[in-house]
């Protein structure tokens, strides 16, 4: 197991594995209370189901924020780098 989260973080790279931490950390408790309540059989409301989505949105986005981001053209060069 140790392996695989060495392997998995290896990949990551120059990813960001600092925005990688903020975006797990920001939905996990979410997700958490949310899988415990769904087990427990407490049903939600559509309002509390969407907050739930934008909050895994936002996380994702963190997650998968790249370190490099480029965007070539025959005239223009338009680069995004953490």
């Given at each position: 197991?140790?392996?695989?989260?060495?392997?998995?973080?290896?990949?990551?790279?120059?990813?960001?594995?600092?925005?990688?931490i903020?975006?797990?950390?920001?939905?996990?408790?979410?997700?958490?209370?949310?899988?415990?309540?769904?087990?427990?059989?407490?049903?939600?409301?559509?309002?509390?189901?969407?907050?739930?989505?934008?909050?895994?949105?936002?996380?994702?986005?963190?997650?998968?924020?790249?370190?490099?981001?480029?965007?070539?053209?025959?005239?223009f060069?338009?680069?995004?780098?953490?």
């Amino acid at each position: 197991m140790k392996n695989l989260i060495k392997g998995m973080w290896n990949l990551l790279g120059e990813k960001g594995k600092f925005a990688t931490i903020i975006g797990f950390c920001y939905a996990a408790p979410y997700n958490a209370v949310f899988m415990f309540n769904f087990f427990k059989g407490v049903s939600y409301d559509y309002d509390q189901l969407m907050s739930i989505v934008i909050v895994n949105i936002i996380g994702m986005m963190w997650f998968i924020l790249p370190s490099k981001f480029t965007i070539e053209s025959p005239k223009f060069k338009f680069i995004v780098e953490d």
